[in-house]
Each structure stands twice: as C-alpha cells, then as structure tokens.
C-alpha cells in the first residue's frame, strides 16, 4: 500500500515531524516578509540610467554616496548632474508623488499631493525628508508664481528660507535656478545674474547650464542677438553626458524662441526641425525628454502661425496634444491654440471638445480663463 510505512510510525514522532515542518514554513514566511521590508524600506537614488537602491551615507551639492544594497563596505557616488530623484525609506508616499510630479513639471499637482501629507510626520521626520518636503514645496510654489504672475516675492523668499536652512542639499543648484528665475521673472536681471553666477561655480556641466540661464536673461531683456550668441555657445561645448544634452536641447530652443521675437520665423522652423530630426539622448528619462520635445513642438506651431501656415500649425499643435499631452503647461497651450484653429478652419464641434478639455483639464491656467468668462 502506497505511504503504507507511515503506519508504524510511532504517533509522538509524527507530532515531531508536523511541528518542525511548521517552524520551518514558519521561518521561510518570516525570512520573506524581512526580505521585502528591507526592500520597501531601502533608500533609492533614481538616475537617467537606473534606480539604485541601499543606504544613502552622505548627501552634498555635489554629490549622494550610497552604500548599495547587499554591499558592506562599496559606497558608490553619484554627482549631482546624474540624480533625478532621491528617495529616503521613511518618506510619506505622498511626498514621494509629490516629487514625481515635480519631475513632469506638474507644479499644481505636486502642491496637490504634498497637501495629502500628514504635516505631523513631517514635523518628526528626519532632517532629510524634511529638506525634501521643503524642496518640493518651494520650487512648485516658484513656479506656481510664475505661471501665475501672482505672489512672486513670497515665493522667492520660500526658496531662499530653504537655502538657507538646507545647505547640504542635493537640490542646492536646482534651488539657485528657481531662485534666479523668480527675480528675472521679477525683472531683477542685475540680481538673477548674480544668483545663476553662483550655479557656474559648480561641476563642469553647472557651467553650461548658467551659459544657458544668462542666455535667458538677455532674452528677457530683449537683447535677443546677444542671447542667441550665448545659446550657440551652449550648444557647442565638448562636454557629454545626458545632463549636457539636454542642457544643449534647451539652449536650442531658447534660441528658437529668441528668432521668434526677432520675427525670423523661417530660421525658427529650420532650427526645430533639424533638432527634432536628430537622436534624443540615450539616458535621459522619457519624461524630461517629452518635457523639452513638447516644447519644441508648441515653439514649431507658434513660427507656423506667424507665417501663416495654418495646416503645418495644426499638425504641430496636436503632436502636442496627442504624443505629449502629459506636460500640463505645454498642454494647456496646444488646446488653446487648437479651439482658434479649428475654429477658423470650420470645425466648431471640434473647437468646442478642445475648448471643454482645456478648461475642464486645467481650471486654473491663464490659457483656459481665456476661454472661460466665468474664471475671470
């Protein structure tokens, strides 16, 4: 019979076996709950390439040390110019979003997810979550007052309480942007100057980007000849990597924004649609990428309009619309665009779907108020 030799098996040592079996599967389902919280409760470090996951040893402005999961003594460092984001173990989930948000430059959304989080824990987290929360509250409230024109010196003076509160922080160069952008916002251009000036005294790569800032600078004081001369210079250097790429992306579209305000339209054109015809950076994370090739796109329909090119405008208009409709400012803009397109093109049932995403999707964006009374 099959099993039969259970049968002589004195009872006490059946009950023996039943109990060890029952401490080991016991045991197994412990070992496996511990390894998961290890993995939940591991700090990361999100790259353009990779997420890594350990113990974050040490954060600067310049640079994150991790000691990488399943290491004892490998502490690997990561500059600043390759973090997107950083994630400590004991952040609110909230906050978490809050930071995915803020890296898709959904400002309005990351304020709505920080509003989820208990201000309780904050208060006793550690100092790093802490400059974390600050970080994100600040530079979306900057950029909320930008947006906006509204509250712009109280926004500044967040950004500024968090630099000084946090002077370690891997943010610090992203803070002094935001802080620069407030005062040429502001038309404080001698002090924007002043602030991007402290961002060239970073890495090598920091140094492209403030040519790039001070590129914006002129163009915002309307010396756009000059401001596309330092955009070329961005363009040029012989530095690599994700971050110089798309620094060098930006540059080129300030640059076609400058031609645009000088009403060469053509060069506009030809200059987006050669950057477009080129490969986009390996590394860089397809949200930062949709970001900038949104933008190029609405600066493609914007030179198309002003020549007069309806059809080419259009088409421009909703790439935005339908390939990057996740960028909320280039967004609202594209819909904008196309409910006067569709409009003068004959098709008012079309214009009036665009017309009711646009103030149902974005409420609080000066493109939709343009289109609802009731908002003003």
């Not at 756009?224 to 579209?253: P, R, W």
């Not at 986009?280 to 914007?302: C, D, R, W």
């Not at 009711?356 to 908002?375: D, G």
């Amino acid at each position: 019979m099959e099993y039969k030799y259970l049968e002589i098996l004195p009872r006490s040592i059946l009950r023996f076996i039943e109990v060890v079996l029952r401490s080991l599967l016991i045991f197994c389902i412990y070992a496996a709950c511990q390894n998961e919280a290890r993995v939940v409760a591991a700090d990361q470090v999100i790259t353009s390439k990779e997420t890594l996951f350990g113990k974050i040893e040490s954060v600067s402005t310049e640079a994150i040390r991790l000691l990488p999961r399943g290491s004892t003594n490998a502490v690997r460092e990561i500059g600043v110019t390759d973090v997107v984001m950083i994630q400590f173990s004991d952040e609110p989930k909230n906050l978490i979003e809050a930071k995915k948000r803020l890296i898709k430059n959904d400002f309005d959304g990351a304020l709505e997810a920080l509003e989820q989080v208990n201000e309780g824990e904050i208060q006793s987290a550690s100092v790093a979550v802490r400059g974390e929360y600050a970080y994100v509250r600040a530079v979306a409230v900057g950029h909320v007052a930008m947006d906006t024109t509204k509250e712009l010196p109280s926004a500044l003076s967040s950004i500024e309480e968090v630099l000084d509160q946090f002077t370690r922080s891997i943010h610090y160069y992203d803070l002094l942007e935001t802080a620069g952008d407030l005062e040429r916002a502001l038309r404080r251009y001698d002090k924007a100057t002043a602030i991007y000036k402290k961002i060239s005294r970073g890495p090598p790569p920091m140094v492209v980007r403030a040519g790039r800032l001070q590129g914006n600078i002129l163009a915002a004081e309307g010396r756009h000849a000059e401001a596309i001369a330092e955009y070329e210079k961005v363009q040029s250097t012989n530095l690599d990597g994700s971050f110089i790429e798309q620094e060098k992306i930006m540059a080129c579209l300030g640059q076609a924004e400058s031609l645009i305000s000088l009403s060469r339209f053509d060069e506009a054109v030809s200059l987006i649609s050669s950057m477009l015809a080129e490969t986009y950076p390996e590394g860089e994370p397809v949200i930062a990428t949709n970001i900038l090739l949104g933008k190029a796109y609405s600066l493609l329909g914007q030179s198309f309009l002003e020549l007069k090119q309806d059809q080419d405008a259009l088409i421009a208009y909703l790439t935005v619309d339908l390939v990057y409709g996740d960028v909320p400012d280039t967004h609202a803009e594209a819909l904008f665009r196309l409910f006067h397109l569709w409009n003068k093109g004959g098709y008012p049932r079309r214009s009036a779907e665009v017309r009711q995403r646009l103030i149902e999707a974005y409420p609080q964006s000066t493109w939709a108020a343009e289109l609802n009374p009731s908002a003003k």
